[in-house]
């Protein structure tokens, strides 16, 4: 592991994804959605290489009103004091990474396994702020490419406080 908490092992895209998947953390993301969403009816897990997965959609949530939620479920085994977005998938084609992208979900979920806390985050306002802080993030917070085996994902670790008052100050409107 180097300074930052991260590996220079080179990832995978499988198993990362086969690790988002994980059928035994259900349990877990069931009581998060349960307490998230009180008048959740059921949700249901996006795993095959669908439609929604392209669109950013991990699970869908059903309220007992009829609506629709769509969320995007981001894991890290190990807690750490920042929020990883990423801007470039594949450095090779310069594909957008998850921030980048007009994704159709709701919330982005962000979760710490190991202390099981999740960061639910309102997907417009974190693009909001996305759009206002994206450049000097990169660069005050740039991270070594995350090595893959024919490309690099590029990210950045913003401080959880920075980005959590970012995000609350986004909510208020000012004319």
């Not at 750490?80 to 990474?97: M, Q, W």
Request: net charge positive.
């Amino acid at each position: 592991m180097d300074i930052l908490g991260q590996s220079n092992k080179i990832n995978n895209f499988e198993e990362n994804l086969a690790f988002s998947h994980n059928a035994g953390e259900e349990p877990f993301w069931d009581a998060v959605y349960k307490k998230a969403f009180p008048d959740m009816e059921n949700h249901m897990l996006c795993t095959k290489k669908c439609q929604g997965q392209y669109l950013g959609i991990d699970r869908i949530i059903q309220l007992t009103s009829g609506k629709t939620v769509y969320i995007d479920e981001k894991k890290r085994q190990t807690e750490y004091s920042d929020i990883l977005l990423e801007y470039i998938s594949n450095d090779k084609t310069g594909s957008a990474g998850w921030m980048e992208k007009e994704l159709q979900i709701d919330f982005l979920a962000y979760a710490f396994m190991k202390s099981q806390r999740v960061y639910l985050f309102p997907w417009l306002i974190l693009r909001r702020v996305w759009k206002r802080f994206g450049n000097e993030w990169k660069s005050k917070y740039h991270l070594p490419p995350a090595r893959n085996a024919h490309y690099n994902t590029l990210n950045v670790a913003v401080p959880t406080k920075e980005l959590l008052d970012c995000v609350k100050n986004a909510m208020i409107i000012q004319l």
